[in-house]
């Protein structure tokens, strides 16, 4: 029997390419998404790139209960993958009710409603913000955890709190956490990647736009860090290889492989590179010159951080593979 992973928010950028790992790996994919910061598009290209035309989609807000738990009721689930949630840094800081709101709501309703109907296995989509500004680097998943600069940071902080108490408490259920760094680039057929609404508040999105003149000048927030060329550096973690670690994640879960009832893993590349790097990395990768110039410095921007991804290769036999300059070079045949 196939086991059914259900993902929410699998309409979106990350969420639309786990679908597509998933059902290459031979998991059946239930996709759930509001659509309120995504269309269509994504679905429709992971239908493509998989020629699976049946795939279930949903259009419904895990922040209603009734339809959460409906969700769970109707469906033989395994495992769900929890990505919908806000994201934009700025906005939880002008509108963080909303963010706690959302965030928090939903999540404690995939959790009730997971536990209740027989769902084991909890993965939530968490980031490296939680690490704040660290004091080593890499860091490992032992770093410790610094103040959220953001209400969106403080929810992936508090949604990992939320899922790492609810285990300790519900022995029926169990979860794993992993950490994003930056996840960049798009699938290798073009045919889902990041969709932006409105100005782009990431790098990479705001690099392709300006590549193909949507935008007229992309601003370098910040030269003068105490870094080798005095710009941030960041994990950049190529979108595809991302999307492996869930398979592998949802695997170790479904196999009953898992070590301890709450796992936490870092997802990235373990090696740096600075916004400029990455800036020159794009303009040979795809052999062109991009408008740039420097600007101050992001508030809440942390200067660098990459990830130790040692646990993640140990434990769920994940590593980063797609070079840098396919993943620039998927970046721009998306756009
Ligand atoms: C941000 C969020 C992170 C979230 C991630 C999602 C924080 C502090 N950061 O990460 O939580 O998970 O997005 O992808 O909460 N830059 C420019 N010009 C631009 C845009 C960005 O120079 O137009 C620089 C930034 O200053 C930064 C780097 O590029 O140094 C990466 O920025 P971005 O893509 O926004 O990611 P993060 O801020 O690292």
Redesign the pocket.
């Known amino acids: 029997m196939k086991k059914c992973v259900l993902v929410s928010g699998g309409a979106g950028f990350i969420g639309s390419h786990v679908t597509v790992e998933l059902i290459e790996s031979g998991y059946d994919v239930i996709v759930a998404d509001n659509l309120s910061n995504s269309d269509l598009t994504c679905f429709e290209g992971v239908k493509k790139i998989t020629g699976k035309e049946d795939i279930p989609f949903y259009k419904m807000d895990f922040c209603d209960e009734k339809a959460t738990d409906d969700l769970f009721a109707t469906n033989k689930i395994d495992a769900v993958i929890h990505f919908a949630g806000f994201?934009a840094?700025g906005e939880s800081v002008a509108e963080p009710l909303k963010y706690y709101r959302n965030n928090l709501e939903s999540f404690i309703n995939v959790i009730e409603s997971a536990r209740r109907h027989g769902c084991r296995n909890i993965l939530f989509s968490s980031?490296?913000?939680v690490y704040g500004e660290p004091e080593k680097l890499p860091v490992t998943e032992e770093s410790p955890r610094q103040s959220a600069?953001?209400p969106?940071?403080n929810t992936?902080q508090m949604c990992e709190d939320i899922l790492r108490d609810s285990v300790s408490a519900y022995s029926e259920i169990r979860g794993i956490a992993l950490r994003?760094f930056?996840?960049v680039g798009a699938h290798p057929s073009a045919l889902i990647g990041e969709l932006p609404r409105g100005v782009p508040?990431?790098?990479?999105p705001?690099i392709t736009q300006t590549a193909i003149g949507i935008r007229e000048c992309?601003?370098?927030?910040?030269n003068d860090y105490p870094t080798p060329d005095g710009?941030?550096q960041?994990d950049f973690i190529d979108i595809v290889d991302l999307a492996k670690a869930h398979v592998c994640a949802v695997r170790r879960m479904i196999e009953d492989k898992m070590k301890k009832e709450y796992e936490i893993f870092n997802i990235g590349t373990g090696t740096p590179l600075s916004?400029m790097e990455l800036i020159t990395g794009f303009e040979k990768a795809n052999n062109l010159k991009l408008n740039y110039k420097f600007a101050p410095r992001?508030p809440?921007?942390?200067v660098a951080i990459w990830a130790d991804p040692t646990l993640a290769e140990k434990e769920l036999g994940w590593k980063a593979e797609r070079p840098i300059e396919e993943t620039l070079a998927s970046a721009w045949a998306w756009e």
């Open positions: 994201k840094v980031s490296a913000t600069t953001s969106y940071g992936k994003y930056n996840p508040n990431n790098l990479v705001f992309l601003s370098v927030f910040g710009s941030c960041r916004v992001r809440g921007d942390v």
